[in-house]
Structure formats: C-alpha cells, structure tokens
C-alpha cells in the first residue's frame, strides 16, 4: 500500500502545490482518491490512469472536490481509455446532487454520474470494504457534513488516517489511534487562538492529537499558503515526540 500526496495546500491551489488531494495504490487492486481538489486530477495524470481509482470525498467544499467534473469527462469521453467499467464513490449524502450540479450542461439540472460510479453516502463509524481495505467515516468538525477517514490493510496491518477538514477534537483520537500515517491539516499555523472556531486545527493541535492517539509518523497538511510552515511543524513537534513530516506534492510513502 502507497500512499502519495497529489496536492494538499490548504484552501486553494498554488502553483506548485494543488488542492487536497491523496492516492493510495496497491498492487493487485484498483488505486483510491481520498478528495479531488483543484489541480489534483493533472498530477494524478503523473501516476496513474486517472479512469483506475474509486474516489472519496471527506466533504464538498470546493478545494477538496472541484476536480470531478473533470474527471468524469475524462471517464466518459477520452477517445482511446475512457473507463470501462464503474468504479466506487463515496462522500456525504449531498455528493450525486452537489457535483452532477457542476457537470451539468443545463442550469439548475443534475447530472446522473451512476453511468461511470457507484456512489454510497458514508455514515459516521460504519466501516466499508473497498477491495483490499476497510474505510471507516469519523464525524469531523466543519462548517459541512465533513468526514475523517481511517483505513486500514487487513494484508498488512497497516492504518492510514486522514482528519479532513476539521476543528480539533477529541472525538477524532479513535480515527488515528494507532496509525502508522496520520494526515492531519493544521491550516491554522502553529496556534489556533483568535482563529475561527469550528473550522481548522493548528500545529499544535495536530500534535496533541497524534500524542493521544499513539499514531507512528504524523504529516501535517492543509496548511495555507500564506502560513509559516516552520513555525506550524515546530508547534506540532512541541505537543508529539514521534516523527513529524510536512506534506509536500508528490511525496510517497
């Protein structure tokens, strides 16, 4: 199991740094997306048929979920690879609506992406078997239905979480206890004080909340281009002990 980071800058795309969004191949199974931000969908062009993957969506706003549309007309209308057959797509309920909402070739219509996906809503805690791994949906703390995602690889024991969009919170620590990769956004910088609440986490509290889960690397994500990433790695090394990396486009591991 890799995991590879096609983008994560926090918010919006930079020039050298897409939206959120993170591979995760296997070897003798079909790739997942987790989130298909802005400029996601050209670097996983780099790694990967694009038609190869199912597609995960922690939440709908737009820098973790803009690149769909795009997608889809790859999928459907590619002259030589389009898909040939459907692949998985899970996200909050309103996923089908809001995104067929932005391929639609009419206003106001809806179009149907079952042609090419298999969508399901996710629930908080109810795990799903997606080929060679089970995807657990952890409620974050975002202004929208926003879900944490923990994966896990019964071949190899190995746990990947990924916080989403969140505010921190306690309730998240059973989403990465253990894990050995912990994305965590920390979109605040090093310290959340006098930041909106219910939004993002800090530096700091990305630490807190790889300490209290036990998790083995954390890497911090998310963080806006406009931010000290220095001074947000410092903040989280200060709360963990354990390894601590910042995302960066096209990392693997």
Known sequence: MKLTVLGCS??????????????????????????????????LQRHQDPCEAHVLFSHLHADHCLDFPSLLVWRRF????????????????ATPRHLGRLSA??????????DTFA?????????????EVYVTPFSAVHPIETYALRMEHPATGKVIA????????????PLAQGADVF???????ASSEGKVPGMHMS??????????????????????????????????RAEFDGEVVLGVPDMEL
């Open 10 to 43: 926090g918010s919006v795309p930079t020039p050298g740094n897409a939206a959120s969004g993170y591979l995760v191949s296997f070897d003798n199974a079909p790739s997942i997306v987790m989130d298909l931000g802005p400029g996601t969908l050209a670097q």
């Open 78 to 93: 590619h002259p030589t690879a389009p898909a040939a057959s459907r692949n998985l797509c899970f996200g909050p309920q």
């Open 105 to 114: 070739d009419i206003p106001d219509a809806v179009d149907d992406m079952s």
């Open 119 to 131: 969508f399901s809503a996710w629930q908080h805690g109810r795990r799903e078997l997606i080929d």
């Open 162 to 173: 990924y916080s989403a969009d969140s505010a921190y919170t306690e309730d998240l620590v």
């Open 183 to 189: 994305l965590c956004e920390a979109a605040w910088g």
């Open 203 to 236: 530096g700091a509290e990305a630490g807190r909340l790889a300490r209290l889960a036990g998790v083995r690397t954390l890497v911090l994500v998310h963080l806006q281009p406009w931010g000290d990433p220095e001074a947000t790695v410092a903040a989280a």
